[in-house]
């Protein structure tokens, strides 16, 4: 085949690699989640995160992929060119699971759309309860795990030029019918709205430092775009575009959208599920107060919907490459390396749907669905910012060792001290306020201590697995048979497994699922999904103990 006969490469435009990237960075949901956090505060926070934070790291990021265009595996590919191997793993692991609560919050927001269009209000306790709320969840995160491959970019493209630009406008639709209100005189919730409105009044106290972690949750993610500068036609000179475009947009998202919020609630006397029902009460509001009825609030649930099946969409994706396309393969088990005929991880997919599964059973260990929401939410302003800190770390050193690394294309801070000085401020920073996140912003009396707990082990739990991975990798090497553990651990781990499972399946169908239902009929469901969990778990282990033993099989003989 000559050159005229080659197809031409598709490559994705700058600008809609800048929305693609939009859609997992800042959303309507960041703005409300802040402003019940701050109320009118937010907005003094907004402008001083904007430009100490907001841009930096943005142009951080496309300085790192200018430097590394050619590099697909966007922070692991940076981690590993400047800190090693064995770093470069570890920013891999720690990135990819830390964005796992994530992926259960945004499928609960999907829930939560669904809910208000079909039922128009927001009293998704009472509609749904905690268990069927959770199924609902799992169902939409198991379906975009194992559907997700099939998204090519073009249809990522589709989905987050859709989803983003959709809610790009949502939210300057607010805002202009906002000040259009203003200018007719409609009234301001919030009194006093003033200037001492927006100043913070107890600035180091704890428990608001505590809630900067959100904000820096709700800016973060410009990163997620590094994997596709490859499809992209001059990364080196259209990445930066697009994230120069993304931090415009940001600022307007943020600015104008807390000043608008004050408008239409009191910002001194929030109700308590505005992080969970605060966009649909917004727009729900404007369009009653021009006469609309509940059309804004249906059509702002219809882009809601699109733009977090987006967000689950682009971030699979995206964090699927950066984990497990530049990652040294002696670091992880044999299992998660497998790929199927279709070339896809699909050992890879188990561990992630498991992973998401425990992080909601933790979660539905609290006592309302909007408990469990706010907890979500206040992890991600934990492991977000933690996780974070590798790109800061790895900017660092491309400013510390610049003799290894050529200047690129675009140069965020010629001088490079200066430079150097604000990678280690980006670093500090981001590392404080993710430890500051612990403290649990929106628990009460009653779950304090529990949200306090599941804090600090969640964290714990991912670090804990992190290592754990590259030490089973290990004993793989170092055992002649090629298995990390023996016939009798594996009939341990099965047994153990089934035992917590089933109980754990069985009390919660018998307490919140089926307590509606005749005993007879109750009993008849909880041993038949009993069954179905046991021969999964006998199946899915053996299967994995047969896969090892075949693969350390073709070792040999090759």
């Not at 070339?343 to 979660?363: Q, R, S, V």
């Amino acid at each position: 085949m000559n050159d005229l006969e080659k197809p031409q490469k598709q490559y994705i435009p700058w600008m809609v690699v800048g929305l693609m990237d939009f859609v997992t960075v800042i959303g309507f949901d960041d703005i409300i989640y802040n402003f019940q956090n701050q109320g009118l505060v937010a907005f003094t926070s907004w402008i001083i995160m904007t430009f100490f934070y907001v841009i930096p790291y943005n142009l951080i990021v496309a300085h790192m992929g200018s430097t590394f265009s050619e590099h697909g595996g966007g922070i692991t590919s940076w981690m590993r060119e400047t800190n090693g191997d064995t770093v470069g793993y570890y920013a891999a692991w720690f990135y990819w699971i830390t964005g796992l609560p994530y992926v259960v919050d945004v499928a609960n927001s999907v829930v939560i759309s669904f809910g208000w269009i079909i039922n128009g209000n927001g009293n998704i306790q009472a509609n749904l309860g905690n268990a069927w709320f959770g199924i609902l969840t799992a169902v939409i995160f198991v379906i975009f795990i194992w559907l997700q491959h099939f998204f090519k970019n073009k249809s990522l493209e589709i989905m987050s030029t859709i989803g983003g630009g959709a809610m790009f406008i949502m939210t300057i639709l607010f805002v202009v019918m906002t000040f259009i209100g203003l200018s007719k005189g409609a009234p301001i919730a919030t009194r006093p709205f003033d200037f001492k409105a927006f100043i913070p009044k107890d600035f180091f106290s704890l428990s608001f430092l505590s809630t900067f972690g959100l904000f820096v949750f709700a800016m973060n993610g410009s990163e997620l775009a590094a994997p596709y500068t490859k499809d992209m036609r001059h990364p080196a000179r259209d990445f930066p575009k697009a994230l120069k475009m993304i931090a415009i947009m940001t600022m307007f998202l943020t600015l104008f959208g807390t000043f608008s919020l004050g408008v239409y609630f009191n910002a001194h006397h929030l109700p308590n599920d505005l992080k969970m029902n605060g966009s649909y009460y917004a727009f729900q509001a404007i369009g009653r107060q021009f006469g609309l009825g509940n059309s804004l609030m249906y059509l702002f649930a219809v882009v809601q919907g699109i733009y977090m099946l987006a967000q689950l969409a682009v971030i699979l994706d995206a964090s699927t490459r950066v984990f497990l396309s530049d990652v040294a393969k002696r670091f992880m088990p044999r299992q998660l390396t497998k790929m199927n005929e279709d070339g896809l991880p699909i050992n890879g997919y188990w561990m992630t749907t498991i992973l998401c599964a425990l992080i909601m059973a933790l979660g539905a260990l609290l006592p309302k669905i909007n408990d469990i929401f706010n907890w979500l939410l206040n992890l991600n302003g934990i492991v977000s910012p933690l996780s974070t800190c590798f790109l800061f770390w790895s900017y660092t050193m491309v400013r510390l060792h610049q003799d290894r690394f050529p200047t690129p294309d675009y140069t965020f801070l010629k001088n490079r001290k200066v430079g150097l000085v604000v990678g280690i401020w980006m670093l500090g920073i981001t590392f404080l306020l993710g430890t500051l996140g612990f403290f649990p912003t929106d628990a009460t009396a009653d779950t304090f201590t529990l949200m306090l707990v599941l804090n600090i082990v969640v964290p714990i739990g991912m670090v804990a697995l992190g290592v754990l991975m590259p030490w089973i990798a290990k004993r793989q090497r170092n055992t002649v048979s090629g298995l990390a553990f023996s016939r009798n651990t594996w009939l341990i781990f099965t047994v153990l497994s089934l035992v917590g499972l089933i109980a754990a399946a069985t009390y919660g169908m018998h307490v919140n699922l089926l307590n509606h239902l005749t005993p007879v009929i109750q009993w008849a469901i909880i041993i038949v999904v009993d069954l179905i969990i046991a021969a999964v778990i006998i199946k899915v282990t053996s299967n994995g103990r047969h896969q090892l033993l075949a693969a350390s099989d073709d070792e040999v003989s090759n």
